[in-house]
């Protein structure tokens, strides 16, 4: 059985920084394609940063590129989300997502209503004074 479990999540102040982990149970993660999306009340969820399979490419939507940084450690079958310089728009749950199918770019798997093959239940960041 496959899973993917989320840790990290918290209460931030502006300006702060947490790491999300997602660690992967059943699945061996490095030749998967991988991201991370975020849902904020009210609003649909949004892809923010995934990786193709073989790490071709990533893609960053403008809204985090250059504060958010994705990694995966694959001795530890586990991926990361370095969120830094966070603000209160970034309060949301976030999900990972990890997908074995054929190769899509990372743009496709962010950016449309692509659903991977497996999903992390979340969990909730907060970025409040």
């Known amino acids: ?3 993917l479990v989320e840790s990290g999540g918290g209460l931030v102040q502006p300006g702060g920084s947490l790491r999300l982990d997602c660690a992967a149970s059943g699945v061996t993660l490095d030749d998967y394609a991988i991201g991370w999306f975020r849902q904020a009340p009210g609003k649909e969820r949004e892809g923010i940063v995934c990786i193709s399979k073989n790490d071709r490419e990533t893609y960053y939507a ?3 590129k250059d504060r958010f940084t994705i990694s995966r450690d694959i001795t530890k079958n586990t991926f990361y989300l370095q969120m830094n310089s966070l603000k209160p728009e970034d309060t949301a749950v976030y999900y990972c997502a990890a997908d074995a199918t054929m190769y899509r770019s990372s743009w496709y798997l962010c950016r449309t209503n692509y659903d991977m093959d497996y ?3 979340g969990t909730l960041v907060t970025v409040s004074s």
């Open 1 to 3: 059985q496959v899973q």
């Open 119 to 121: 999903w992390g239940k």
């Open 62 to 64: 403008d809204s985090v």
